[in-house]
């Protein structure tokens, strides 16, 4: 699994794909940030806080990590690669969390610069208006746990069609649905919103947020991710038959 995982990271800079990803996710990021007037503005906020990072980067990452994720197991099955992943000594779920794994760490390398906002802002604030550290890096927390779910998602679209841009709208419209999609669809019903809402991913990651780690928050997290890996590894069987 480990020789897959340092394949796929390989793979990603070894083409325009991975410094892409870097340089689109920060580029958007700082535009909106620090340049672009507006809600997201951090200078215009008045606050020394991310909140505005975290609230744009999951709808920049709806489409970013489906990008990333799309030719995981849509290229080896348009080549049919896949036939020969199938003979190499691992197994259906090595396989799996070897591509899973693989575009996750990519991602987080994506993410890894902004730690930089967060010594710009905390070295340039006012005694009365301090950082706080601790609501940021539970923040981060949880929007690890949001790519992680995303990845997993795209991971799984991945495996439904040979072709790359199917994959990536399919990936898309379901990171869409789980995120904002199914929390939009309880608010048109009293009765349903409740449960509803307890499966919109950004209840969770909202929750995250606010600086206090639920456990439900995290098994909730790790239960969508784990669901949609198990999917791909039971597509994969499929496949291998």
């Not at 995982?5 to 996710?25: A, Q």
């Not at 003979?87 to 070897?98: A, D, F, N, R, Y």
């Not at 899973?100 to 930089?116: C, N, S």
């Not at 780690?213 to 499929?238: P, V």
Request: one cysteine or more; aromatic letters at 14%; glycine letters at 6%.
């Amino acid at each position: 699994m480990k020789a897959l995982l340092l394949r796929e990271i390989k793979s990603f800079f070894g083409s325009p794909i991975g410094y892409l990803v870097l340089i689109i996710f920060l580029l958007i990021n700082g535009l909106f940030l620090w340049v672009f007037e507006g809600e997201f503005n951090i200078l215009n906020s008045g606050f020394a806080d991310m909140s505005p990072f975290f609230t744009l980067a999951p709808w920049i990452l709806i489409f970013l990590i489906p990008a990333t994720t799309m030719k995981s197991f849509s290229d080896e099955l348009k080549s049919g690669t896949i036939e020969l992943l199938f003979t190499k000594p691992l197994s259906i779920t090595e396989i799996v969390l070897g591509k899973f794994l693989g575009a996750f760490v990519l991602i987080l390398i994506a993410i890894l610069p902004t730690i930089i906002y967060v010594i710009v802002i905390k070295d340039y604030t006012y005694l009365d208006n301090t950082m706080d550290l601790g609501s940021t890096l539970g923040s981060y927390f949880g929007l690890c746990f949001l790519i992680a779910t995303y990845t997993a998602i795209g991971i799984f679209t991945s495996t439904l069609s040979e072709n790359q841009i199917v994959a990536f709208i399919l990936a898309v419209c379901l990171c869409f649905l789980f995120y904002y999609g199914i929390d939009a669809i309880g608010g048109l019903s009293n009765t349903l919103q409740q449960a509803l809402n307890y499966l919109s991913l950004q209840t969770h990651y909202t929750s995250i947020n606010r600086g206090v780690i639920d456990t439900r928050d995290i098994i909730y997290f790790t239960s969508i991710t784990i669901l949609f890996l198990s999917a791909t590894a039971y597509k994969l069987k499929t496949l291998k038959s």
